[in-house]
């Protein structure tokens, strides 16, 4: 059982550089979820999807886009990353709203 | 001033302590509480949820919250070395898809 699937788990680019973080999902839940964890901040919403085909923004979404072309997928982009967006990334999926959070064990992103 | 507030650590114990990890909030519209444990280098995983006031019990695991306070604790009875790992709250408010977490703590269980 896969659960929550992040590709790729490590990655370093250079400043304006862009890339795409994949996240796939095998348990049919509606919600999913990008956060970003940082040392001292704990972990930070980016966008959510409470669909396929919808996506809205959370706390921290500036430089971030992302796409719920299928139900199972998520995929977060950066379209020219900054070292600021040096982090830990974390896709979650959940059920239902108020229900369990299920995270992928993270990619890691260093830009330099 | 952060909506979650939780003390960093680390904190080191001995095998078979017990453990008190807490956290503070400011948004009283919060009305989901969990605690997730994240072991180092892989996601969170839950590990106690609570709605609204009140205890929970699971093993030796007890999460405590109290709303009038803000407030919420959990608490590790007879710690084990493989408890050692980096503890989140998190909380929510009804309808609203932001659940916000702590800065986590780090707990060290020594044989």
Request: hydrophobic share 30%; with cysteine; glycine share 8%.
């Amino acid at each position: 059982n896969a659960g929550v699937t992040q590709t790729p788990k490590f990655r370093v680019l250079k400043t304006g550089q862009s890339m795409t973080l994949l996240c796939a999902q095998d348990m049919n839940h509606e919600y999913m979820y990008w956060y970003r964890q940082d040392p001292g901040m704990g972990l930070r919403l980016i966008h959510y999807s409470v669909g396929e085909g919808t996506t809205a923004k959370g706390e921290v979404p500036d430089g971030y886009n992302v796409s719920r072309l299928k139900k199972q997928n998520f995929l977060l982009g950066l379209e020219s990353a900054a070292p600021s967006q040096t982090s830990v990334y974390f896709c979650a999926s959940s059920y239902t709203t108020t229900g369990e959070l299920f995270f992928g064990e993270g990619s890691r992103l260093t830009v330099l | 001033q952060k909506e979650v507030e939780q003390d960093p650590g680390p904190l080191s114990v001995p095998e078979g302590a017990i453990v008190s990890l807490n956290c503070t909030y400011s948004n009283s519209a919060f009305q989901y509480f969990m605690w997730y444990r994240q072991y180092s280098r892989k996601g969170p995983e839950l590990l106690m949820y609570t709605y609204s006031s009140g205890n929970k019990e699971d093993g030796r695991f007890t999460a405590q919250v109290d709303k009038s306070s803000k407030y919420i604790s959990l608490f590790i009875r007879d710690s084990q070395p493989s408890d050692s790992a980096t503890y989140l709250c998190a909380m929510k408010r009804s309808n609203n898809n932001d659940m916000r977490f702590g800065a986590g703590t780090r707990l060290t269980v020594k044989p």
